[in-house]
């Protein structure tokens, strides 16, 4: 890549510096400031310069605004002329009532001469890497960037010790974790538990026979009438005996 970059950039200064000798040879400014000036120079047909002194100059537009010009330190109010370092319409106006040349006043940095010093500066060719000098060090490997891991990249900046997490990644405290509190379902239509409406036995049962009575109420209150005996109960009642 170095030495890609480094031809490139000896064609360029081979290509502008012919392009300075050849195509604008006798010229004092460039192509490109030159087609502005020609394009401001259209602008200052609508500008009339009232003259002060030699150097100083109050110019009116068509539209009634006015600027005060000053061609000595070639500046403008319009701060235009400033800037670029070209003059702006209002100055070419004050020119041409001086007949001065206007390329006289442009900056420096926009002429052939100033472009040409610009890319006077070499580059010196070399040879191949098969004839550079060896020397007695290890050649740089390439970096190692290691496998490629699977699954998308993440996109969050690595945060230092010191640094609390960001919403996402924050830890929950474990004193703000309630336990899940245990839940029994109820059926709403035998309001018995262990089951819902929708899986309910006796609702069915009650839908084939509507005159019958639940299986498991009439079970339930004979239990209670004739409770099953237990062992407890059993040795209870033969102490009393």
């Known amino acids: 890549m170095l030495e890609w970059i480094r031809m490139s950039l000896m064609k360029r200064l081979h290509v502008n510096r012919d392009k300075c ?10 192509p490109t400031v030159r087609e502005e000036l020609n394009r ?14 030699s150097e100083l100059y109050e110019v009116e537009t068509f539209d009634g605004r006015r600027y005060s010009m000053d061609l000595k330190n070639m500046s403008c109010s319009c701060r235009e002329w400033d800037l670029s370092g070209i003059p702006c319409c209002h100055g ?21 001469e100033t472009y040409n010093k610009v890319y006077i500066s070499t580059l010196q060719p070399m040879v191949g890497v098969d004839r550079w000098e060896k020397t007695g060090y290890i050649p740089p ?5 290691g496998k490629k891991k699977k699954g998308r990249p993440s996109r969050a900046r690595r945060r230092g010790v010191d640094e609390e997490p960001s919403g996402r990644t924050k830890k929950k405290n474990k004193t703000e974790i309630l336990p899940k509190q245990p839940f029994k379902v109820s059926c709403s239509s035998c309001k018995h538990a262990g089951h819902n409406e929708r899986t309910c036995e006796w609702k069915k049962f009650a839908e084939e026979f509507p005159d019958e009575t639940p299986p498991e109420k009439e079970q339930n209150s004979q239990d209670v009438e004739n409770p099953p005996l237990t062992v407890s109960k059993i040795v209870s009642d033969f102490l009393v005996d």
């Open 141 to 145: 490997l390439p970096p190692n960037f």
């Open 21 to 30: 000798e050849r195509l604008w040879e006798g010229k004092k400014l460039c």
């Open 92 to 112: 070419l106006s004050a020119i041409g009532v001086e007949k001065l040349d206007m390329v006289d006043l442009v900056h420096s940095c926009y002429t052939i």
């Open 40 to 53: 401001r120079m259209g602008k200052a047909c609508d500008c009339i310069a009232l003259k002060s002194t």
